[in-house]
DNA sequence: TTGTATGCGTTATCAC
DNA sequence: GTGATAACGCATACAA
């Protein structure tokens, strides 16, 4: 079914058809609903590709996600899930693309077929090569994350500098004098990861600032982890009244851990951090937290679609810094 | 950068370009090796919209998801992730479609606009208006999950109801004769969700023949629901010995409780299902459970591939019966 | 208010 | 072994 089918049923020509349809010219009332009739017989709509052709533009978006293997963390599912509802509330598509290595089939169908009209790229490292490829391909796009060079490209980040700062201010002012960082794996921490490296600059400088001793580690993501270095944690540093943490996987691992130890929460143990709601909540008792914001996709969509409209006008960016929510597992310092 | 400015370039026509990419017409050596170097130098790729228009497919397969709002459980996930890599091996992009009324914009783009060349449709109910809309448009199609009328249509599932049968037998096998199923959350099996509804038929089947009191409830899909559900269970019916599920995102919930209730898994009570393997090793002690396989999306791609070749074909279905893993959860029942 | 003609970038048929 | 050309389905400038 094509339009020169609507418009031979019609008696019209195909210029009226798809005048009709986009409302660029006016068409006689009598006419449109006779074209209309037909569109709705035969249930007609245009085909994708010939309009992209003629267009120049695919109205899609290509979502670059980390490589299927990986299992993605909840925060990048939630990402994902709102990219995917802001751009059909828009009425475009998303196309995803698995990428991770340098060399990526499916990355560069994208990049260089012309499939999408823009890139939203996430997990992205502080050098990453697939920024340079899309900027020299010219193609629109807006990155979850920034890179090490963040002044030229368009991105939407959260600002966990000052959450773990702010988590560590907050516990201070509980009373807390001895506080740990649990941060992302020693993987991420060593590729550096910008949310890693940020949380740790965060929390060094807060805990500099208040006079704290201040211990961080690294933890694999996963609950496995969680419960180990929680473990070695009480194990080895002892003094320790206050946890700060980014890690939003390990909780169910640490929460086992202090189970098992029979440290109670909040009072032997205050523990605050940057989370998903969902991880936050499921958390017990439920965790003091920065709940990193479901909206994160639909800013980036935001972003990529002024990127498209206007390409030459100076990249914007969105540092996020939502505020912590007060739950229950932070209380003051206990007495010795 | 287009075929025409290539084949200038080259000092070639637009057609020996095409054939030398294509390789369905010979071209000399020396005419190929210099195209493909002008190629190369221009970082050239032929445009999808205008090939999708020209060969009548566009190399594309459409995905179809639960509603972005609704929180994808880790099996859906998976599934999402391994057909995003199956199509990536293939040299396929993926169009996310994220759909669950009957009457979605995005779904409908999709089906009408002729952007993908098939569908992969995963959560759909008993009775599902999309499977309907696709069968009348003619779009090729398989289901993850099947209908009540699964004869006509595609598709790939887990025999929940022999996984659920095979637990209450192993844990017969055990000494149990009081088990409980944990099914999902009410709303669904009201809806007539397939795996819950085949799961408890399984499960009652298996209860009858090995004559054991079983008693089924649903669960809500999460952590909190899954607590609460087995305290009202430990409570309303202690002569349970042994619980069989599917709900893997209770498990956390289920978990907890009976590290509260003090209850030693497996020397007070066994529990086999049905998960993940990223759930069932979580779980502590490790979960019995039948590993819910993470290549569903790989046959599911197969299936569609083949569809779409032979369109004509008599449809074919795949019913997977993963093997249960032993792990540390089920043991013989306690001495009273 | 409507119709005609053109071109988007490919691939494929036909002619050489 | 290669080139000219038509056609895919649409949107739009131009003509009436």
């Given amino acids: 079914m094509n339009i020169g089918e609507i418009a031979r049923r019609a008696g019209v020509s195909r210029s009226t058809v798809s005048y009709a349809l986009s409302g660029k010219r006016t068409v006689s009332d009598e006419t449109r609903r006779r074209i209309q009739a037909i569109?709705?017989?035969?249930?007609?709509?245009?085909?994708?590709?010939?309009?992209?052709?003629?267009?120049g533009r695919t109205r899609t978006l290509g979502l670059v996600?980390?490589?299927?293997?990986?299992?993605l963390t909840d925060m990048q599912l939630g990402f994902v899930a709102s990219v995917v509802e802001a751009a059909a509330r828009a009425d475009l598509d998303v196309l995803l693309s698995p990428s991770g290595g340098d060399h990526d089939r499916s990355f560069e169908r994208v990049v260089t077929g012309r499939r999408v009209d823009g890139v939203i790229l996430m997990e992205i490292r502080l050098e990453d090569t697939r920024v340079t490829r899309l900027q020299q391909a010219g193609l629109p796009f807006v990155t979850i994350g920034h890179t090490?060079?963040?002044?030229g490209t368009c991105w939407v980040d959260v600002d966990y500098a000052t959450?773990?700062?702010?988590?560590?201010?907050h516990l201070a002012d509980l009373g807390h004098r001895h506080i740990a960082l649990i941060n992302r794996s020693p993987e991420l921490v060593a590729a550096g990861y910008g949310p890693a490296q940020r949380a740790l600059a965060g929390f060094t400088e807060a805990v500099t600032q208040r006079g704290l001793t201040g211990v961080d580690l690294c933890c694999g993501d996963d609950a496995a982890a969680g419960e180990s270095c929680l473990e070695q944690l009480l194990d080895e540093r002892p003094e320790i009244t206050a946890i700060a943490t980014l890690n939003e996987a390990a909780l169910p691992g640490i929460e086992r851990a202090l189970e098992r130890a029979r440290i109670c929460v909040p009072r032997d143990l205050s523990i605050a951090g940057v989370a998903a709601r969902h991880w936050a909540e499921g958390f017990r008792p439920a965790l003091t937290a920065a709940d990193v914001p479901t909206e994160m996709g639909t800013h980036a969509v935001e972003l990529l679609l002024e990127?498209?409209?206007?390409?030459?006008?100076?990249p914007r960016h969105l540092l996020l810094t939502p505020p912590i929510s007060l739950r229950a597992s932070t209380g003051p310092v206990p007495a010795r």
């Fill in 163 to 169: 959450l773990i700062a702010r988590c560590v201010h």
């Fill in 307 to 314: 990127r498209i409209a206007t390409p030459d006008a100076p």
């Fill in 148 to 151: 090490a060079h963040p002044h």
């Fill in 39 to 55: 569109i709705d017989e035969l249930d007609y709509r245009p085909n994708a590709a010939a309009r992209a052709l003629k267009e």
């Fill in 65 to 71: 996600i980390p490589p299927a293997s990986l299992r």
